[in-house]
Nanobody
Framework: QVQLVESGGGLVQAGGSLRLSCAASGLSFSGYGMGWFRQAPGKEREFVAAVRWGGGNTYYADSVKGRFTISRDNAKNTVYLQMNSLKPEDTAVYYC????????????????WGQGTQVTVSS
């Protein structure tokens, strides 16, 4: 049974930082691309960042480029999202997802999802 468990969300002031973690189990982690998506109230889920199987290729939404960094530790079966210079518009539930193949930024191409962690950025 595949499980993705996010942690690290919380309340932070604008300009602050948070690091999200996603611990994976039940899958051959190094063989999966990992992504972060987010969903704000009343909005559709949107792509944030992704890292390919080997960790060499990363992808970011324009809205977070230069502020967020995705990384993975295959030895710990964990993917991270370091979020710096946070803005109120970053407020959302952040989801971790795993894909065996497909487009890094396409949510339908991810077969496994975590339960989400809330990030709230106050102004």
């Amino acid at each position: 049974q595949v499980q993705l468990v996010e942690s690290g969300g919380g309340l932070v002031q604008a300009g602050g930082s948070l690091r999200l973690s996603c611990a994976a189990s039940g899958l051959s982690f190094s063989g999966y691309g990992m992504g972060w998506f987010r969903q704000a109230p009343g909005k559709e889920r949107e792509f944030v960042a992704a890292v390919r199987w080997g960790g060499g290729n990363t992808y970011y939404a324009d809205s977070v480029k230069g502020r967020f960094t995705i990384s993975r530790d295959n030895a710990k079966n964990t993917v991270y999202l370091q979020m710096n210079s946070l803005k109120p518009e970053d407020t959302a539930v952040y989801y971790c997802a795993a894909q065996a193949r497909g487009s890094a930024w396409a949510a339908p191409d991810y077969g496994y999802w975590g339960q989400g962690t809330q990030v709230t950025v106050s102004s």
